[in-house]
């Protein structure tokens, strides 16, 4: 009798661990809803996982957990939430402090505040998504011990000491795992409600385009898709300036056709970390070049490497570290050897 109530006991202990383990995953990029259709919180791409809660009709309620770097919030106390995402352009929830994407947060999004590990926090937010991009439960699984693949080591040089923030624990530069969704070949397009039209994902807009306008697809960025389209202005509204800059170019079409970017001019959007010298781990740089290490292009993840003067470098050392800046740079390499780093030269910062 006492071997069946021990068995019976283990049982119910270890099935709710079991159920704890199990997981839903997002099987294509959707967004994470406040209610359905409501408004927009936060950028999934597929693959992340979430903890599935209730469906009403064709959505289902979700949780999405991870880390936020605790410079991009502020304590509130509005709906029984902690905290609230304060950058402009969002911030990235990451599966461990600077691990891999899992989503990102748009600004003014409300969060729970879960731990504060360093320079970073972890939070949960509950929202609404598709039901249909819900994948069938699967299971965690801690992989079995095994030697490490043979692949180059991110270099120990690439972990950043938080700037700001004593007691900060390294940030390792790893590469993010947000997918890159450069098209290959553009598709049309028509346009089905007035709608802005952006230089880039989260920046100023040019003005607006109408419905039934026409336009080719060229890639996709998260919840972005930067269109081409063709049309006539009166020459008296033209003028001459200097040469004109590409708009909206991702860090992932430079990737994914480095031949058509190597060289070209565009306006990216990063924030600031630090101003570094390169090594000879760097060899797309020269041994000594000082460089800001930044993170973007925003709203993408991930890092890009600019390369400055001297005097340059004096001058950004001047600036406070995780501030956003819009700079002109020229396109030298579409990745490191270790990372999926872009390096490009600075031309110059564009005033706000």
């Given amino acids: 009798m006492w071997l069946f109530l ?14 704890a383990q199990e997981v839903r995953e997002i099987s294509v990029a959707t967004r994470l809803l406040k209610e359905p259709e409501g408004i927009a919180l936060v950028s999934l791409p597929a693959g992340t996982s979430v903890e599935p809660k ?15 770097f605790s410079r991009s919030t502020e304590k509130t106390s509005r709906e029984g939430f902690d905290l609230v995402v304060t950058p402009a352009a969002g911030e990235n929830i990451r599966e461990s402090p600077n691990g891999a994407v899992a989503g990102r947060v748009r600004t003014g999004t409300l969060l729970n505040k879960e731990e504060v590990r360093g320079a970073w926090t972890r939070v949960r937010r509950a929202g609404w998504v598709p039901r249909e991009a819900v994948k069938p439960p699967v299971r965690r699984a801690s992989p079995p011990p095994s030697a490490e693949p043979d692949a180059p080591a991110i270099p120990s040089s690439e972990r950043l000491t938080e700037p700001v923030e004593s007691g900060a624990l390294p940030l390792q530069a790893a590469v993010p795992s947000l997918p890159d969704e450069a098209a290959t070949e553009p598709v049309g397009a028509q346009v089905v409600r007035e709608t802005a039209i952006f230089a880039a994902p989260q920046a100023g807009s040019y003005g607006t385009l109408q419905p039934g306008a026409a336009a080719r697809v060229l890639s996709r960025s998260g919840d972005w898709t930067r269109v081409q389209f063709e049309g006539w202005v009166r020459e008296s509204d033209l003028k001459g300036g200097a040469p004109a800059s590409l708009g909206g170019v991702t860090a992932a079409e430079v990737r994914a056709d480095p031949t058509r970017y190597i060289g070209q001019t565009v306006d990216w959007r990063v924030e600031l970390i630090a101003v570094q010298e390169a090594d000879d781990l760097r060899a797309e740089m020269a041994r000594g070049q000082p460089y800001l290490l930044t993170r973007g292009p925003l709203p993408e993840p991930g890092f890009v490497y600019v390369t400055v003067t001297d005097s340059q470098a004096t001058e950004f050392r001047s600036l406070q570290a995780l501030q956003e800046l819009t700079l002109r740079v020229t396109i030298r390499a579409p990745r490191t050897r270790f990372l999926s780093t872009p390096v490009v030269e600075l031309i110059s910062r564009v005033v706000e």
């Fill in 6 to 19: 021990l068995a019976v006991w283990l049982f119910l202990l270890v099935v709710p661990v079991l159920h």
């Fill in 54 to 68: 209730r469906t009403r009709g064709n959505w289902r309620e979700v949780v999405i957990e991870g880390w936020i």
